[in-house]
């Protein structure tokens, strides 16, 4: 079994930066993929930005050269650098693995931008 901690979420002027991170915990050897995924209300899911176990990233248009995936293997952590922040970014954040081809999702961090 897996479990995901997400934290780094908050209020921020539209403008501003905030860095999210989620720390994988439990039976794992390796992490072969990490991302990001947003929910903003009344819409779906979506997908922000992943990761592979390669180093190969993924960004949605939405937030290309605004947000940067990264993560660290040794804490099984994965981070999202969000700079210029938008209204529109306003959402509850979610971060997803995959674990010996299993999907593991976080309970999501909120992240307000205000005007």
């Known amino acids: 079994q897996v479990q995901l901690v997400e934290s780094g979420g908050g209020l921020v002027q539209a403008g501003g930066s905030l860095r999210l991170s989620c720390v994988a915990s439990g039976s794992i050897f390796s992490i072969d993929f990490m991302g990001w995924y947003r929910q903003a209300p009344g819409k779906q899911r979506e997908l922000v930005a992943t990761?592979?176990?390669?180093?190969?990233?993924y960004y949605a248009d939405s937030v290309k050269g605004r947000f940067t995936i990264s993560r660290d293997n040794a804490k099984r952590t994965v981070y999202l650098q969000m700079n210029s922040l938008k209204q529109e970014d306003t959402a509850v954040y979610y971060c997803?693995?995959?674990?010996?081809?299993?999907?593991?999702w976080g309970k999501g961090t909120l992240v307000t931008v205000s005007s």
């Open positions: 997803k693995v995959i674990v010996y081809a299993m999907d593991y």
């Open positions: 990761i592979n176990s390669g180093n190969i990233t």
